[in-house]
């Protein structure tokens, strides 16, 4: 049995330590698994342009992974979530504290993922620029960021060399979806970009999306247009982002038809090393007449 202490940010893993290897049982042909415990935590201020109150508040989000691998190749895995556990939550997230589980087993290149995950068309439209995983994000309104099934995501990657497809289903608004990404190096930028479809209960959407890096600088915009107008009618998001030297600043923006409102957030954020970050943002929502803010400390563990 071994133990570990995992730092992740983003889904890059910052440093794992063992703190504990024992072995209790001396019996040859017995497979290791690996436990593992991650978090991250934020404290600061935040204001809320929809009460225009301004209050002191921290987040803590708590992970718990086991892992492990067949004689025949295959590796399992299952994560335990616990999110929001702060006092007043997360901005995006509201106050109730949430626990999840996920599950995945993969071999090759081959997937598969059931409970709270992304579908198919959030997996492969490329994200804009925000802070994510850190602070409190400010990121709202109607975007292809997470679409709400209620944890209940079935998923199946399938990803070969720059190329990958994912097929879902979700059974709490009987979605199914399919989308595609691809990624190339084309020497001075590194190119990606992401197409996806859900046909649920009411409407069926689509969206493309695509992202440029090129070095400290990175730009990402997408789009996206539904059937019915009931999920997205015309939405578009761009971005842009610099980093260097620890410092990060950027800005988002959003243009929803469907919820006749558009919106901005310009952030920055200073690594202090050690999984740890300042943070800073302010934003405009519903055509400007909704202003909200936060500034703090962020680390992961």
């Avoid at 497979?31 to 803590?60: I, K, M, P």
């Avoid at 007043?88 to 290149?109: E, H, L, P, R």
């Avoid at 190339?184 to 649920?200: F, N, R, V």
Wanted: with cysteine; proline share 0%; charged share 15%.
């Amino acid at each position: 049995y071994r133990a570990g202490l995992t730092c992740e940010i983003e889904g890059k893993p910052m440093k794992k330590i063992l703190f504990a290897t024992t072995a209790l049982v001396a019996t040859a042909g017995v497979a290791a698994a690996d436990v593992s415990v991650s978090g991250r935590a934020a404290f600061g201020l935040r204001h809320n342009g929809v009460t225009s109150t301004t209050v002191l508040t921290n987040n803590f989000d708590l992970y718990f992974s086991g892992t492990t691998e067949t004689d025949g190749g295959v590796a399992l895995s299952a994560t335990f979530e616990m999110e929001g556990l702060g006092n007043t939550g997360n901005y995006t997230k509201g106050t109730a504290v949430t626990s999840t589980t996920v599950f995945s087993a993969s071999a090759g290149g081959l997937t598969f993922s059931y409970g709270n995950t992304d579908g198919a068309f959030d997996k492969a439209m490329v994200e804009v620029h925000r802070i994510a995983g850190i602070g409190y994000e400010l990121w709202g309104g109607t975007s292809f960021i997470d679409n709400n099934d209620g944890g209940q995501i079935a998923r199946i990657d399938y990803a070969m060399g720059d190329f990958a497809v994912a097929l879902s289903y979700a059974g709490f608004d009987k979605s199914t979806g399919i989308g595609a990404k691809y990624s190339t190096d084309m020497g001075s930028a590194k190119l990606t970009l992401g197409a996806g479809y859900e046909s649920q209960t009411g409407d069926d959407y689509w969206g493309l999306s695509a992202k440029a890096d090129f070095g400290a600088f990175s730009v990402a915009a997408g789009y996206a247009d539904s059937k019915n107008n009931t999920v997205f009618n015309g939405t578009w998001n761009i971005s842009a982002q610099y980093s260097a030297n620890g410092l990060t600043v950027g800005a988002n923006y959003l243009d929803s038809k469907t919820a006749n409102t558009d919106g901005y957030t310009v952030f920055g954020s200073y690594n202090l090393g050690g999984g740890a970050s300042l943070f800073a943002q302010y934003g405009e929502r519903a055509n400007g007449t909704t202003k909200t803010g936060s500034l703090g400390v962020a680390f992961s563990f």
